[in-house]
């Protein structure tokens, strides 16, 4: 399996809600669950701030690509 492939499953596996972006709660619940460790949310906010090239608040798979592939 390839890279991109990996990486639009790990971004299935966190849009919860299912319809194409990454929230801010989705992030933190999916951090939770992958990891099992309470974090700093402030990560999360900083990984939206430098991922979420729209200004929607929200990472799209795209953006999501991107910034794992950078």
């Known amino acids: 399996m390839n890279d991109a492939v990996e990486l639009q499953q790990v971004f299935a596996d966190l849009d919860t809600s299912g319809d194409g972006t990454l929230s801010r709660v989705e992030l933190i619940n999916g951090y939770r669950k992958h990891f099992g460790a309470d974090f700093d949310e402030q990560r999360i906010d900083h990984m939206i701030t430098m991922a979420d090239s729209s200004g929607d608040?929200?990472?799209?798979l795209n953006e999501f690509m991107m910034v794992c592939v950078n």
């Open 57 to 60: 608040g929200l990472i799209s």
